[in-house]
């Protein structure tokens, strides 16, 4: 977790709620107590290996608890060797670890069974312990006050200790994984700084320049834009930013009188979350530009907000320490959306692929898609159901333009927002005539049906018409008849006296037609060997087919065959 001290007298502040401008979210915050022991104290969590979320209770019974993302709670005790179970988080090894004030580094695993570490596998013996967080580098690490500086707990439960670099008076609190492959953390002591442990040489490089002192600095997660954030508790209050890559700080004040936030953790929306305990106490969400808002919906008047994480279920889950009544809170999230590919591609019609994820909430989706650069039209809503984790989601386009360049998008929406995924590109194919291949009659002779259509559906009648139209197209089939003829010009004419010197040919001689609508590929069908309501008296003819689509007609295609008696 990336959670630190917070000064008392900073606690003591009362302020207003932040505003900021309404994102288009409506979340629903919903708090669950029981089963949590008697005289709780809730303070961090974290998300588990196991699908559920573990917390810290410091409360007349110390323990570690797990709430499932339906709200069901068993608390673990732990009050034999803990005094107060303080910052939570999950581990490489598939376990959970916690800092406790004894001052121990603790390991407890899926089943409930804890392990404590002290001083005898390396831990300061003042150690004034504060954050945890699972390092880059398999290891978690912890944060240290007294050394001061920041521990590493290897799986087996060996721990070191390093405080090269940090700077003098420094009181780490707040640490997080990088991604730079480091470790981030915040310092509150005499300077207060943001500062990176280089895993390679296990020195500590602080960073102050563009950081409010006054505002301080008490706790960091990595965010989504690939930058750090943290906690300035202030007063003035403040969330800040800095670049892993410049060091460049940026940081985003709170409006005037604003309590101090007390946690903060990247959520699973492409946003930064943290908690304020008011008054009016909130939720808060900061967009990677600055953006801040606040929901207190559905929270108690008297709720004391004091850690959050994102939980399995991509929603955000808190820690509730209120005045009355101590509860774990679930808020929830806009659903995820991704645009992948787009596939089918044809001249008029498009496949588009994509994810929704809905948070475990009711989901559904459209696609938006427009020229590039223009305005987007967006297609019916397709429901999903209740979803949790990426679901696969895809829509075909038509009507489209040949020939023409779009971009596309999935949004998926559930009850708390929309989303909309990345833009994708793709063009239509260039429209061309269709052109049947492969043309089959089979069998070659067969009995022409008493009564029905051209084309049916019984299996024995007539006979099987199989071919490759290279486009979607509507194909016109003409049965015509052989008969003499004289070449005449370019042309098999019907014998005359003007062309009796003319070459014999054949000729074909109409008698009648039907249409079949094509698919772009392979196409078949039942031919009765009847036209225009007639069946075909005995004798051979042809069947002459032309496709035809908005580019045109296409090459004609043949194949004789003949009726029998």
């Given at each position: 977790?990336?959670?630190?001290?917070?000064?008392?007298?900073?606690?003591?502040?009362?302020?207003?709620?932040?505003?900021?401008?309404?994102?288009?979210?409506?979340?629903?915050?919903?708090?669950?107590?029981?089963?949590?022991n008697p005289g709780s104290d809730p303070r961090s969590i974290t998300a588990g290996p196991d699908g559920a979320l573990w917390f810290t209770d410091g409360g007349t019974t110390h323990a570690i608890g797990r709430i499932t993302t339906g709200g069901s709670i068993h608390e673990f005790d732990v009050s034999a060797g803990a005094k107060g179970p303080f910052d939570i988080a999950a581990?490489?090894?598939?376990?959970?670890?916690?800092?406790?004030?004894?001052?121990?580094?603790?390991?407890?695993?899926?089943?409930?069974?804890?392990?404590?570490?002290?001083?005898?596998?390396?831990?300061?013996?003042?150690?004034?312990?504060?954050?945890?967080?699972?390092?880059?580098?398999?290891?978690?690490?912890?944060?240290?006050?007294?050394?001061?500086?920041?521990?590493?707990?290897?799986?087996?439960?060996?721990?070191?200790?390093?405080?090269?670099?940090?700077?003098?008076?420094?009181?780490?609190?707040?640490?997080?994984?990088?991604?730079?492959?480091?470790?981030?953390?915040?310092?509150?002591?005499?300077?207060?700084?943001?500062?990176?442990?280089?895993?390679?040489?296990?020195?500590?490089?602080?960073?102050?320049?563009?950081?409010?002192?006054?505002?301080?600095?008490?706790?960091?997660?990595?965010?989504?834009?690939?930058?750090?954030?943290?906690?300035?508790?202030?007063?003035?209050?403040?969330?800040?930013?800095?670049?892993?890559?410049?060091?460049?700080?940026?940081?985003?004040?709170?409006?005037?009188?604003?309590?101090?936030?007390?946690?903060?953790?990247?959520?699973?929306?492409?946003?930064?979350?943290?908690?304020?305990?008011?008054?009016?106490?909130?939720?808060?969400?900061?967009?990677?530009?600055?953006?801040?808002?606040?929901?207190?919906?559905?929270?108690?008047?008297?709720?004391?907000?004091?850690?959050?994480?994102?939980?399995?279920?991509?929603?955000?889950?808190?820690?509730?320490?209120?005045?009355?009544?101590?509860?774990?809170?679930?808020?929830?999230?806009?659903?995820?959306?991704?645009?992948?590919?787009?596939?089918?591609?044809?001249?008029?019609?498009?496949?588009?692929?994509?994810?929704?994820?809905?948070?475990?909430?009711?989901?559904?989706?459209?696609?938006?898609?427009?020229?590039?650069?223009?305005?987007?039209?967006?297609?019916?809503?397709?429901?999903?159901?209740?979803?949790?984790?990426?679901?696969?989601?895809?829509?075909?386009?038509?009507?489209?333009?040949?020939?023409?360049?779009?971009?596309?998008?999935?949004?998926?929406?559930?009850?708390?927002?929309?989303?909309?995924?990345?833009?994708?590109?793709?063009?239509?194919?260039?429209?061309?005539?269709?052109?049947?291949?492969?043309?089959?009659?089979?069998?070659?002779?067969?009995?022409?049906?008493?009564?029905?259509?051209?084309?049916?559906?019984?299996?024995?009648?007539?006979?099987?018409?199989?071919?490759?139209?290279?486009?979607?197209?509507?194909?016109?089939?003409?049965?015509?008849?052989?008969?003499?003829?004289?070449?005449?010009?370019?042309?098999?004419?019907?014998?005359?006296?003007?062309?009796?010197?003319?070459?014999?040919?054949?000729?074909?001689?109409?008698?009648?037609?039907?249409?079949?609508?094509?698919?772009?590929?392979?196409?078949?069908?039942?031919?009765?060997g009847r036209v225009r309501g007639h069946k075909l008296g005995p004798g051979r003819y042809r069947l002459r087919g032309i496709p035809d689509n908005a580019a045109g007609a296409g090459p004609a295609a043949a194949k004789a065959f003949r009726i029998k008696r």
């Open positions: 977790m990336a959670r630190g001290w917070i000064p008392v007298m900073l606690l003591l502040c009362a302020g207003l709620a932040a505003a900021g401008r309404a994102d288009a979210i409506a979340p629903t915050i919903t708090e669950f107590s029981s089963g949590l581990g490489a090894d598939g376990n959970l670890w916690f800092t406790d004030l004894s001052p121990a580094i603790w390991r407890i695993t899926p089943a409930g069974s804890p392990t404590s570490l002290g001083p005898a596998n390396g831990l300061n013996a003042h150690a004034a312990l504060q954050a945890i967080s699972a390092g880059p580098d398999g290891n978690v690490w912890f944060a240290d006050g007294d050394l001061p500086g920041l521990g590493q707990v290897t799986p087996s439960g060996s721990i070191t200790e390093f405080g090269s670099g940090f700077s003098a008076g420094a009181f780490p609190n707040g640490v997080t994984a990088g991604p730079d492959g480091n470790v981030w953390f915040t310092d509150g002591g005499s300077t207060r700084a943001i500062g990176e442990f280089n895993l390679s040489t296990h020195t500590a490089t602080e960073f102050s320049d563009g950081l409010d002192q006054t505002a301080g600095a008490t706790a960091i997660t990595h965010g989504p834009d690939g930058n750090l954030w943290f906690l300035g508790p202030g007063p003035p209050a403040m969330i800040g930013r800095i670049s892993p890559a410049t060091h460049a700080i940026v940081e985003f004040p709170l409006p005037a009188g604003a309590s101090p936030p007390s946690n903060i953790a990247e959520g699973t929306d492409g946003a930064v979350w943290f908690v304020d305990d008011g008054p009016p106490p909130a939720i808060g969400r900061i967009t990677t530009d600055g953006v801040v808002t606040e929901y207190s919906a559905g929270l108690p008047g008297d709720a004391v907000p004091d850690a959050i994480a994102p939980g399995p279920d991509g929603n955000m889950w808190f820690t509730d320490n209120g005045n009355t009544t101590k509860a774990i809170g679930r808020l929830t999230t806009a659903p995820a959306a991704q645009t992948l590919s787009a596939s089918a591609i044809g001249p008029t019609s498009a496949t588009i692929n994509g994810s929704a994820d809905g948070h475990a909430q009711p989901t559904s989706f459209h696609v938006e898609y427009g020229p590039p650069g223009g305005s987007l039209t967006p297609t019916a809503e397709q429901g999903i159901g209740t979803t949790s984790g990426a679901t696969p989601v895809s829509l075909t386009l038509s009507g489209l333009r040949p020939g023409t360049a779009y971009q596309a998008r999935v949004v998926a929406t559930n009850p708390t927002g929309a989303t909309a995924g990345a833009l994708i590109s793709f063009t239509t194919g260039a429209l061309v005539k269709g052109r049947l291949r492969a043309l089959r009659i089979s069998p070659s002779a067969f009995r022409a049906a008493s009564r029905g259509g051209s084309v049916t559906s019984a299996k024995k009648a007539g006979a099987v018409v199989s071919y490759t139209d290279t486009q979607a197209a509507t194909t016109t089939f003409t049965v015509q008849r052989p008969a003499a003829g004289r070449r005449q010009g370019h042309a098999c004419r019907k014998p005359s006296a003007r062309n009796r010197h003319g070459k014999r040919c054949t000729r074909y001689l109409r008698v009648g037609s039907f249409t079949h609508a094509d698919a772009a590929g392979g196409n078949r069908f039942r031919f009765t």
